[in-house]
């Protein structure tokens, strides 16, 4: 059993940077491939971005490719999304998930409650 629990959300103008985080409980926090997810207002939820276990592999929606950078401290069961250009297209709630990793959710068995993020323009 994984707990998920996103932190760092909050509202930026346009252009700025976030850095969310996601902090798992358990001992086996390194053997998930770890993923973030968005859903806007009226939307799917869609994949933002994955990592591996071994943080050798890392996956970007192409909307986010360039822009996002995700990354993971198994030493701290930590995993974290660093985000910049920030657009008001990028306003959603971002949910950290944890499973066998790629870019479907089904791949993935723990959600955390998310962290909401708003761009204004």
């Known amino acids: 059993q994984v707990q998920l629990v996103e932190s760092g959300g909050g509202l930026v103008q346009a252009g700025g940077s976030l850095r969310l985080s996601c902090a798992a409980s358990g001992r086996t926090f390194s053997s998930y491939g770890m993923a973030w997810f968005r859903q806007a207002p009226g939307k799917e939820r869609e994949f933002v971005a994955s990592?591996?276990?071994?943080?050798?592999?890392?996956y970007y929606a192409d909307s986010v490719k360039g822009r996002f950078t995700i990354s993971r401290d198994n030493a701290k069961n930590t995993v974290y999304l660093q985000m910049t250009s920030l657009n008001p297209e990028d306003t959603a709630d971002y949910y950290c998930a944890a499973g066998g990793g790629g870019s479907y959710s089904s791949s993935y068995d723990y959600w955390g409650q998310g962290t909401q993020v708003t761009v204004s323009s």
């Open positions: 990592i591996s276990r071994s943080r050798i592999m890392t």
